[in-house]
């Protein structure tokens, strides 16, 4: 480490997230490897360390000979500003080489208000932002994660997209950016390859239109070898997947502080408004003893004291008891603690529950989301206030005295009586405690309230988002509903849930407004403390584009969608039936008890559909 990097590290918060050196990081020989990428987290070290995605990648490539990855996470701006004065140009962990000098820079994009943290990095690298101004001798900016499948507000600045799972299309990627760089070939040959690769979208060999109105219209291949529509990977064989059983170990606290073992995945509870739920379908499970094989792997190689068994509802894991049961058996010895994300309100996860507070005991979390019986049916949460009574009534009788119930408001049909009901359930719970003999000084009923937002993909993708100014009437209605000792209410800021909505359904158009957004200053727009509203609109209107366009539209079925040409696997036309069914207030049952509702996606992608044997 030179002088003037110490000098910098002694100048700024958190100096451990920029030196790299942990255990099981990896650094190869630069000059022995011939294909250099990084791994690009758009927000700071200790959450992107507890990004699994980032260590199942890292491990794949670092497993090949030919290829290396290093890690690079977005500088807190006091960091940025000693970079600057100092001219030192973003730099990866590993090596501390400077990120332009990678063959590719490889962004995960988990959440629309990361995005302008990604022109953030490239200013802050000396690469240039738009990928039309990049050629052969700059790094190949590329991107994955949930938001790329809405990859639209992004186009301008990202090479190409890698639509899904990640596995098997990295080495895809990195076999062909091999062969072409053997032969170097030019950027654009490089593209036009990229498109034969399954799951890859190339923005550059699209063209978008709009009409006379300015309203979008379409997206088309500009080449007639270019596929039309691009459908999402998934990895079929979860037990065979690469797993990395020697992950890196954050230096600094991470925000998850443990390690993470994906159980399965995929869910098809059906939520209406639940993105993942459909880009990550169909379900896929791993057998116990895979689970318990990296387990095992983990606690040898991270001394961390806590194992959670992750995925996207773990109490719906076939298996999951018997693997809470075995990991107990095998690590609680060693202060190894057992946890899951959050349970569903349903007395199987009381036995869970029991099972995994045997080291430790963390408060329980439901997902109610909506306050009235109507509005779960609506949006098809497939969870009854009776269900979550007996479970809390279950909980608070073994002890628990912290509950955690999510909710949101302005879901589509939502009436005040709902939003109502939401007071009116976290009341309840809060009565329950005391019946339960809960003490008054530690019962601790907490709802926290987020805003709907209308998610490409999903069953609501048509839905406008509720107008701000009625979020906000209905976040000071709850507030004064939920004015009681030991009920606690926390709420988004609706402003941040308005911007989000409108990246999450935004077109290529959208693009200039971040790099307007980027030079008026907004970064970290996660951080309550960083995000400005104010910044925001005025870089919509230097960029002459009204946000609300795209927040509040009412899509019709047949209107053209700035995502239409992304496929998550699931038909049109079945979103359409459970867009009507949710109107009327029907519910659809989990395809995994058997029933299948015909999503599409099984066909589409030849795979055998995941039976969980009986009533889920
Ligand atoms: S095709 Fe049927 S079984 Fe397969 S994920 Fe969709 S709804 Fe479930």
Redesign the pocket.
Known sequence: MNAQFEHILSQVKKPARYTGGEWNSIRKDWDQTEIKTVFAFPDVYEVGMSHLGLHILYNIVNNRQDALMERVFAPWPDMAEQMREHNLPLFALESQRPIKQFDLIAFTLQYEMSFTNILYMLDLADIPLLSRDRNKDHPLVIAGGPCAFNPEPLADYIDLFAIGEGEDVINELLDLLLAEKQKRHKKDEFLRRAVEINGIYVPSLYEASYDVNGVFSGLRPTHPDVPQRITKRVIKDLDAAPFPLKPVVPITAAVHDRMMIEVFRGC?RGCRFCQAGIIY??VREKKPETVLRQAAGLVKNTGFDEISLTSLSSSDYTPILQVIRALGKEHAGRGVNVSLPSLRADHFSMELAKEVQKVRRSSLTFAPEAGTQRLRDVINKGVTEGDLMETVGAAFKEGWQAVKLYFMIGLPTETDDDVAGIAQLARKVLKLGRQNGVSPRRLKVTASVASFIPKPHTVFQWEPQERLENLRLKQEALLSQTRERGLALNYHDADLSFIEAVFARGDRRLGSVLAKAVTLGCIFDGWSEHFDIDLWLEAFNQAGIDPAAYAYRRYNYEDPLPWDHIDAGVSKQYLILEHKRALAGTVTPD?RSGD????????TLEIE?FYAGGEL
Do not use: Q
């Open positions: 098809t379908r169909p395809c299948c509702p015909g999503c599409g996606l099984c066909p559909p």
